[in-house]
């Protein structure tokens, strides 16, 4: 064999040992190729045109997609109720969230005997017996004189002056006491109270100070020692209830509140009050604002007093805002908030009412005038919006 043979025979085995390696390498792949062919069946469908879709909270007011609540004619002593209805049109559950907004005094020139000097006077001729308007008594007709509250705004400490129509007594099992309590910046928040009460039941009227904090009780530290600048006293044989604050203490405007307890008013019923308000149209918050007491929290109901300002319409009338499910007012109605209509923008009231998918609910506004507000709401007229928001949650 020459050297080419052998080279060439050298040439053929090497190139036949690669071809053997790739017929390998085809036949391992084969191998896996034909293990393919033994699937289990399967078939295929497809869905098509899928979507989602956002659904909706569609609120709208009254039969027509609006409406507007009007009163006119208004007045001392009268009442009334309007019914704004809310709809859900939407396909989607909601809750509803209800506040007074944008209220607007209209002072339209009082009568010329309400004078602007810093004195400020409320004159009371009527008290609830127990708290119930149901149950109303006059005090003009059993006592013969009436209830009188001065503020005097002109001096430092402020002196505000309650005369009583029968004195207070801190005999008996039940005592009587007297309370003014103050929002002294005016932020809707009661700050302090000074009262008159028989707290150590030692048969005398003691005075104390309430600076609206809690005991770790619970229950509010009620009787502390008045504080050095204030001044608490009764006078007149318990029919004169002065207290003074200094003024530095007090914005301009502040808000103020007063009631007398008189446990021990006769004619009563065994254990019940005659509930003396000292400022017209007043009461403690009762219903109260979620997540506050009748008596402590959002002092909604107090009227503000303002140096060289006569009180207008907007101070003086009461509104409460309730949501039911007709348009008359029954006692399963959500309770939104009460309170003199200008400081109602103070409160944002909850909780919210559920209002479903294709329902319809009432916002039920009552007004409520006092017949002891006096001659400076004349001709006035007070403007404000009812806000209603329907939410996708109770927290909105």
Do not use: C, H, W
């Amino acid at each position: 064999m020459s050297d080419d043979d052998k080279n060439s025979g050298s040439t053929i085995e090497l190139n036949r040992r690669r071809v053997l390696g790739a017929l390998g390498t085809v036949g391992v792949a084969s191998a896996g190729a034909g293990a393919g062919t033994f699937a289990l069946f399967s078939d295929t469908e497809t869905s098509s045109g899928n979507s989602v879709q956002a659904g909706t909270l569609d609120l709208t007011l009254g039969n027509g997609g609006s409406a507007t609540l009007t009163a006119s004619e208004v007045a001392p002593g009268d009442s009334g109720v309007s019914a704004l209805q809310v709809n859900n049109d939407g396909n989607l559950d909601g809750s509803l969230d209800v506040n007074v907004s944008n209220v607007t005094p209209i002072d339209r020139n009082p009568e010329p005997e309400q004078s602007l000097d810093d004195t400020r006077e409320f004159t009371i001729d009527y008290g609830f017996d127990n708290g119930s308007p149901q149950n109303q008594v006059s005090l003009q007709s059993e006592f013969g004189e009436v209830a009188n509250v001065e503020i005097d705004l002109s001096s430092d400490p402020v002196v505000i002056t309650a005369d009583l129509p029968y004195a207070l007594d801190p005999n008996g099992q039940f005592d009587d006491s007297i309370t003014f309590a103050f929002d002294a910046d005016n932020d809707g928040v009661e700050d302090f109270q000074l009262a008159a009460r028989d707290y150590d039941d030692d048969d005398s009227l003691e005075t104390v100070y309430d600076d609206a904090s809690s005991l770790p009780s619970g229950s509010r530290n009620r009787n502390q020692s008045v504080p050095s600048g204030y001044d608490v006293r009764l006078e007149n044989g318990n029919t004169r209830f002065v207290v003074e604050v200094p003024a530095g203490d007090l914005s301009d405007p502040f808000a103020v509140t007063g009631q007398a307890n008189l446990a021990a008013y006769n004619p009563s019923t065994s254990g019940s009050n005659l509930d003396i308000p000292l400022i017209p149209g007043f009461g403690y918050n009762n219903p109260p604002v979620a997540g506050t007491s009748a008596f402590d929290g959002t002092a909604t109901k107090m009227v503000e007093i303002q140096s060289g300002e006569l009180r207008t319409l907007a101070d003086m009338l009461d509104l409460t805002v309730t949501i039911s499910s007709d348009s008359s007012q029954s006692s399963g109605d959500t309770f939104v908030a009460s309170g003199k209509v200008n400081r109602l923008p103070m409160v944002d009231a909850e909780p919210n009412k559920p209002l479903p998918a294709g329902a319809t609910n009432y916002v039920l506004v009552e007004y409520d005038l006092s017949p002891n507000v006096g001659n400076a709401v004349q001709k006035d007229a007070v403007e404000f919006d009812i806000e209603v928001d329907l939410n996708q949650e109770d927290s909105q």
